[in-house]
């Protein structure tokens, strides 16, 4: 089943030295339940669509549907609540004068979900399903590590009771051991919660391990889209080459379908 | 004979509580021309090291630095704030991880190189400045190097500023190089893009690099030795080729698997903390 559609989407800004086409004529659809890479370079309007989807930015033409509904900018608090964030860097994406507790209760009451009474009760269970204690709902930000950092923007997410989670760079500003905790956490999380991702990376070795399908942009345009097998072992488009050459590698077999992959170019 | 010659280097920070050590006594040898990676997880004390070696940690009234750290024959430790100062930006310069934000956003390009090439040669004429600096952004592939000496640093993109930082860094062609994530704040074509260059600029100049990351798959590549640090402590180290055929300490096994792979092997389980990882150190010999 279909859980997003983007048809035609387009997203042109208006500036002095002229239009800037951040996004043209993307089509594509998002099943429910599977996780889809969308990669890129910086400017390659990655952020863009994913505000569009969001409602934080109107698009210039084309359609979103979510659930079989036509999304525009302007959108309800309860279509809003089914689409979450989760950002890159969890430092400057939680209020630091806000206890942890509290900014991940904001959600609840901002779409008021559930009785009051039981929201700290809620808090706490959201808390609990990203591996930390309830009783850290107290602290600030910046008691904590990068890692409780990402694993605490989840939980506000998570709280709202979502069906999508766009999940924008969410490890790119960990290190490798503590993003691969994150990593598992983010698929247990999919599986329990029967959650659709939308994962935007720039990092082709994740994509590898987490999506199920990729969508390679370049200057704003879909230049591939595929199975992530299908990407990783005949991609289609230069670009994706190029992208999958500069992955840096650990081991023998990941040198070895590098460099088959670059001879292709 | 090393440029660079750590040994039982300890620091500590006196807090309110008491003495925090954060560095257990490391050791560590950079000969002349030499790549060497630190490589470990946040707060394992890659970047405290980098910032005795440069001087900084010890204008820090809470520090508590022991042990021998010798720049080029001269205790770093030991000498004058002053003469530490006189190092820096010549015989020694950093690249750090965000290029942007670490250049200064009220001058232009031009204005900062010729505050760069005035540490070494103070009578330097803006003239003169404006002419080292296009051919040192020349040597780091940046087309019309006018125009970038004239814009600021948002008006260029990360990739460009990281180049005009690598060209900064070593316009005084410095005897080290310390390089503190760099391009972590980059994409992942354009990190190995400003890598390759920096690798090609360093031999060329045959300067020192002491590299820091949290990702040994990035290091790979770029350096000649490689130091694993965890708490404070080195737990292996080795040429680059031999730590990666044949990791032995735990701690390093944990940080390679934790590596996703283009292979798709699965996103590895990594243990959260293990005693195996406060096992002794490790050396893969002596490559120097």
Request: proline content about 4%; hydrophobic content about 45%; charged content about 20%.
């Given at each position: ?100 507790g509290a900014?991940v209760r904001?959600?609840l ?7 009051k009474s039981g929201r700290w009760t809620a808090v706490e269970a959201?808390l ?6 309830g009783?850290?709902r107290t ?127 | ?288």
């Amino acid at each position: 089943m279909t859980l997003l559609a983007l048809n035609g989407l387009t997203k042109t800004f208006e500036t002095p030295t002229g239009p800037v086409h951040a996004v043209s004529d993307v089509s594509l659809n998002v099943q429910a339940g599977e996780c889809l890479a969308i990669v890129g370079e910086s400017g390659s309007g990655k952020t863009t669509i994913a505000n569009m989807i969001l409602g934080i930015l109107a698009a210039t033409s084309g359609e979103i549907a979510f659930d079989r509904q036509t999304l525009s900018a302007k959108r309800s608090a309860k279509q809003r609540r089914r689409i979450q964030l989760v950002q890159q860097n969890p430092l400057s994406s939680l209020n630091p004068k806000r206890s942890i507790g509290a900014s991940v209760r904001l959600g609840l009451d901002v779409y008021d979900i559930g009785k009051k009474s039981g929201r700290w009760t809620a808090v706490e269970a959201a808390l609990d399903a990203v591996g930390l204690p309830g009783n850290m709902r107290t602290r600030a930000p910046a008691s904590l590590s990068g890692g409780q950092r990402q694993r605490v923007s989840i939980a506000r997410a998570l709280a709202c009771d979502p069906r999508l989670l766009v999940l924008d760079e969410p490890t790119s500003a960990l290190d490798v051991l503590v993003q691969a905790r994150v990593l598992l956490l983010l698929n247990d999380l999919r599986a329990k919660h029967g959650l659709t991702y939308i994962f935007i990376t720039h990092d082709l070795a994740v994509v590898r391990n987490v999506a199920d399908r990729v969508a390679v942009f370049q200057s704003g345009q879909l230049v591939e889209l595929g199975e992530t097998s299908q990407i990783f072992s005949a991609p289609k488009a230069a670009y994706t080459r190029q992208l999958i050459g500069a992955v840096p590698v650990v081991d023998a077999a990941e040198l070895n379908l590098r460099n088959k992959l670059a001879e292709g170019v | 004979m090393s440029l660079l010659h750590i040994k039982d280097l300890r620091l500590g920070f006196k807090t309110l509580a008491g003495q925090v050590d954060v560095l257990h006594g490391i050791d560590l040898d950079i000969a002349a021309g030499e790549k060497i990676a630190l490589v470990g997880e946040s707060g394992s004390g890659k970047s405290v090291t980098a910032r005795i070696v440069l001087g900084l940690l010890q204008e820090t009234r809470t520090a508590r630095i022991n042990g021998t750290v010798q720049f080029d024959g001269q205790d770093i430790n030991s000498m004058s704030a002053r003469d530490r100062a006189t190092l820096r930006g010549t015989e020694m310069s950093i690249i750090f991880q965000d290029p942007t934000s670490s250049l200064n956003p009220m001058f232009t390009i031009g204005n900062q190189f010729t505050e760069v090439l005035r540490r070494r040669d103070p009578k330097l004429s803006k003239a003169d400045s404006h002419v080292r600096a296009t051919t040192l952004l020349d040597e780091v592939a940046i087309p019309d190097p006018a125009r970038v000496l004239r814009a600021y640093p948002f008006q260029l993109s990360g990739g460009m500023n990281q180049r005009v930082m690598i060209a900064m860094a070593l316009a005084n062609k410095p005897k080290l190089l310390l390089a503190d994530e760099p391009g972590t704040a980059l994409d992942v074509s354009v990190q190995a893009q400003t890598l390759t260059l920096m690798r090609d600029m360093v031999v060329q100049n045959g300067t020192s690099v002491l590299f820091i990351s949290h990702n040994l798959g990035v290091v790979r590549e770029f350096a000649d030795r490689i130091y694993v640090i965890y708490r404070g402590n080195i737990v292996e180290d080795g040429p680059t080729d031999a730590l990666f055929a044949n990791p032995q300490h735990a701690y390093t096994r944990a940080l390679m698997s934790a590596v996703p792979r283009i292979t798709g092997v699965g996103i590895p389980e990594v243990p959260e903390v293990s005693d195996d990882f406060l096992a002794p150190r490790i050396s893969h010999g002596d490559a120097l």
